[in-house]
């Protein structure tokens, strides 16, 4: 059974930081695509950040140059390091697995809040 468990969400000021977790069980993490989504009230779900079996990242635009994705393969993890975060980043953060050659995410964690206060 694939499980993804995300941690690290929280109430943070404007301006703050965040680093947000997801472990891993149950997949052959390594040739997995991970991403960070997120989904704001009223608003479709939209990817934040992916980062590839080989390390390669994606960023959407709104994030680019606050956010770091990064995975530990050894310890199926995969983290969000949110910088300078912004009133409009408040939203629930899913992580979430697709398969090397899925055209979807397969897998998704059950979201972690984090608000950010202006």
């Known amino acids: 059974q694939v499980r993804l468990v995300e941690s690290g969400g929280g109430l943070v000021q404007a301006g703050g930081s965040l680093t947000l977790s997801c472990a891993a069980s149950?997949?052959?993490?390594?040739?997995?695509?991970m991403g960070w989504f997120r989904q704001a009230p009223g608003k479709q779900r939209e990817l934040v950040a992916s980062?590839?079996?080989?390390?390669?990242?994606n960023y959407a635009d709104s994030v680019k140059g606050r956010f770091s994705i990064s995975r530990n393969n050894a310890k199926k993890t995969v983290e969000l390091q949110m910088n300078s975060l912004k009133p409009e980043d408040t939203a629930v953060y899913y992580c979430?697995?697709?398969?090397?050659?899925?055209?979807?995410?397969?897998?998704w964690g059950q979201g972690t809040q984090v608000t950010v206060s202006s």
């Open positions: 980062i590839s079996s080989a390390g390669n990242t």
């Open positions: 149950g997949l052959t993490f390594s040739t997995y695509v």
């Open positions: 979430a697995a697709r398969g090397s050659i899925s055209l979807g995410y397969n897998y």
